[in-house]
């Protein structure tokens, strides 16, 4: 069972691929209002996911750091991170979700065949 901190980064990525969606739903000329409304009611539904939900995007999004092809990777990172993600670790600042992808890339050169498990 995943533990709180892996619960709240997976949130964090939904609610981050559904704030997208809903951007890109309500900027299709609706009304102003029924569109805070939709976007309201959309972020409330984004906010449900059970452990065992998590688990399974959590270990999909380890996948893309394993000894694969690029463009598997980046279709791997397209279905669990949002594009406009904000990624940041110690070796950069601030990137999105390219960013991601080249830093897993790099892990593999580093670390040939590592493969990250749930709780690593």
């Given at each position: 069972?995943?533990?709180?901190?892996?619960?709240?980064?997976?949130?964090?990525?939904?609610?981050?691929?559904?704030?997208?969606?809903?951007?890109?739903?309500?900027?299709?000329?609706?009304?102003?209002?029924?569109?805070?409304?939709?976007?309201?009611?959309?972020?409330?539904k984004a906010k449900v996911i059970?452990?065992?939900?998590?688990?399974?995007?959590?270990?999909?999004?380890?996948?893309?750091w394993k000894a694969i092809s690029?463009?598997?990777?980046?279709?791997?990172?397209?279905?669990?991170?949002?594009?406009?993600?904000?990624?940041?670790?110690?070796?950069?600042?601030?990137?999105?979700?390219?960013?991601?992808?080249?830093?897993?890339?790099?892990?593999?050169?580093?670390f040939p065949n590592r493969i990250?498990?749930?709780?690593?």
């Amino acid at each position: 069972m995943p533990n709180k901190r892996l619960v709240f980064f997976l949130v964090a990525i939904w609610l981050s691929q559904v704030q997208a969606e809903v951007s890109s739903k309500a900027s299709n000329g609706k009304a102003k209002e029924k569109n805070q409304q939709t976007v309201h009611g959309e972020q409330e539904k984004a906010k449900v996911i059970t452990n065992q939900e998590a688990s399974k995007l959590y270990e999909k999004y380890l996948d893309g750091w394993k000894a694969i092809s690029d463009e598997q990777r980046t279709k791997i990172t397209a279905e669990v991170i949002a594009e406009n993600v904000q990624y940041s670790t110690p070796r950069h600042e601030l990137g999105r979700r390219e960013t991601m992808i080249d830093d897993m890339a790099e892990f593999q050169k580093k670390f040939p065949n590592r493969i990250l498990k749930n709780g690593d």
